[in-house]
């Protein structure tokens, strides 16, 4: 089965085709970060005009890139939740208007899915390793989120949150960080090459959400840790100050992260762990997991880093698996900002007492 999906959900324009099986014959994606970076942050409303320019080259390109014509898909897919409001019903609409115009099945796919079946994807030319078998745990770290699930299959009703953070997410504070040391956005890739030069033991800061039996994380008092660190040193220059601050910050945020998913993958009993979310990309991360992992006997499964960041080829992949059980939303389509994967973390509060 060959699907084109389509995804708008926060600052990446995306259209890909993929066949149903993770073969990715094209993979398009347009990046906004020229728009958001002087606001330190994405801006709603630029996202959506944004996407709304692009998303018809963008998918004009993704089927020129296969080979294929809109006639010889077998169906879309197209990210419906969750995201921001406005950038979600770009892609929405535009999906429903091929569908309709082609006669073709359309299903809806949430997000947050999608990052955790990347992982089955295969791209050409690009090394990667073998996808994992369910179950497994999944960390995913992105600028829009940060939690680990339980995957016992490719279907909604079989993930299962096992611990999100209580406040902001894991890249978010990266880029939280960044803009108040004055460092520029998105901050995760540049935190990450400053730190690589510092001494993370050489500033004091506070470890978050030390809990070991918790599986929730908090980055927002670590984010209020380095900004009391400036107010009472002052900003750094372009010293080593600054890079030991980032190495600091860094390897508690890696560590953080690095010992619930170990020990979230030990709990559930699983064989492998796998990475997710543009956060994923961080070296620090990247080696902290592997030792961990290989010290608790687990594989762990990187993806390439275009499968970590937002893509419409999971999308596309994730919807795959929908339309292969026959299921079809057309008419029935509806964007929501929340996911639909049930959450057991409550922003600013502790575990719920009842599901
Ligand atoms: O998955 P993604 O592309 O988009 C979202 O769904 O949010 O993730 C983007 C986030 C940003 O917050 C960015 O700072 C972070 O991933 N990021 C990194 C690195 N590269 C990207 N964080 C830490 N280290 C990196 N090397
Ligand atoms: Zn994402």
Not at 54 to 78: I, K, Q
Not at 123 to 141: D, H
Request: aromatic share 4%.
């Amino acid at each position: 089965m060959l699907v084109l999906g389509i995804e708008t959900s926060c600052d990446e324009t995306g259209a890909a085709v993929v066949r149903s099986d993770g073969e990715v014959l094209s993979d398009v994606v347009h990046s906004q970060v020229k728009v958001h970076a002087p606001y330190g942050g994405v801006v709603p409303e630029l996202a959506s005009r944004d996407h709304l320019r692009n998303v018809v080259p963008v998918v004009r390109e993704a089927l020129s890139r296969a080979g294929v014509t809109l006639a010889e898909v077998d169906g879309l897919a197209v990210t419906c939740r969750p995201g921001l409001s406005g950038a979600l019903l770009v892609g929405v609409q535009a999906a429903q208007g091929l569908a309709w115009a082609q006669g073709k099945p359309i299903v809806g796919v949430d997000h947050l899915v999608g990052h955790l079946l990347a992982v089955f994807l295969r791209f050409a030319n690009t090394e990667q390793p073998a996808p994992p078998e369910f179950p497994f745990v999944a960390l995913l770290a992105s600028g829009g989120h940060t939690a680990l699930y339980r995957a016992d299959g490719p279907e909604v009703s079989r993930i299962h949150e096992l611990g999100a953070t209580r406040d902001d997410a894991a890249g978010e504070a990266f880029d939280k960080v960044a803009k108040l040391l004055g460092l520029g956005y998105p901050g995760g890739p540049i935190i990450d090459r400053l730190a690589k030069e510092g001494h993370a033991e050489a500033v004091d800061l506070p470890a978050p959400m030390r809990r070991k039996d918790s599986l929730e994380f908090s980055f927002s008092g670590l984010k209020t840790n380095v900004l009391r660190w400036v107010e009472k040193h002052g900003r750094p220059g372009d010293d080593q100050t600054l890079r030991d601050l980032c190495a600091a910050f860094q390897r508690r945020v890696v560590d953080s992260l690095v010992k619930k998913a170990v020990t979230a993958a030990q709990r559930e009993g699983v064989r492998a762990l796998v990475l997710a979310g543009g956060v994923a990309a961080n070296r620090e991360l990247r080696e902290s997991a592997r030792l961990a992992s290989e010290a608790a006997g687990i594989r762990l499964v990187v993806p390439p880093f275009k499968a970590c960041t937002d893509n419409a080829a999971m999308i596309a992949y994730a919807g795959a698996q929908r339309l292969l059980r026959g299921e079809n939303d057309t008419g029935l389509l509806r964007m929501s900002p929340n996911t639909a994967l049930p959450r057991l973390t409550r922003k600013g509060r502790g575990i719920r007492r009842e599901a």
